[in-house]
Nanobody, 127 residues
Framework: VQLVESGGGLVQAGGSLRLSCTASGLVFNWYVMGWFRQAPGKEREFVTSINQRGDSTYYAESVEGRFTISRDNARNTVYLQMNSLKSEDTAVYYC?????????????????????WGKGTLVTVSS
């Protein structure tokens, strides 16, 4: 199984970026997909998730209203549109996949329950 993120880079505060994560080696539409991030010196934290059909999403409070997750099951790809970026959004962003979760887990995925991870893509927001 491979999850490959792309789209990271350097952006000014207030700007936008779109991250992509393409999966291979798994039946993509069987999996809940999530985005996590890890800033220097901090623990990896949940950002957002999307269910298998793409009709249910959850967001961390810190990104609600600014970030949007979506998926294209025909392309085995999940996206993260990030708008109104802030310096505190600077982090390595990881996509991850999990096959089976409870409804309560779906509301805020934790790193420990994810089945597969990408290697991450760095997002740097300059103020």
């Amino acid at each position: 199984v491979q999850l490959v993120e792309s789209g990271g880079g350097l952006v000014q505060a207030g700007g936008s970026l779109r991250l992509s994560c393409t999966a291979s080696g798994l039946v993509f539409n069987w999996y809940v997909m999530g985005w996590f991030r890890q800033a220097p010196g901090k623990e990896r934290e949940f950002v957002t998730s999307i269910n298998q059909r793409g009709d249910s999403t959850y967001y961390a409070e810190s990104v609600e209203g600014r970030f949007t997750i979506s998926r294209d099951n025909a392309r085995n790809t999940v996206y993260l549109q990030m708008n109104s970026l802030k310096s505190e959004d600077t982090a390595v962003y990881y996509c991850a996949a999990v096959r089976r979760i409870t409804p309560s887990q779906a509301m805020a995925l934790t790193p420990g329950i994810m089945d597969y991870w990408g290697k991450g893509t760095l997002v740097t927001v300059s103020s």
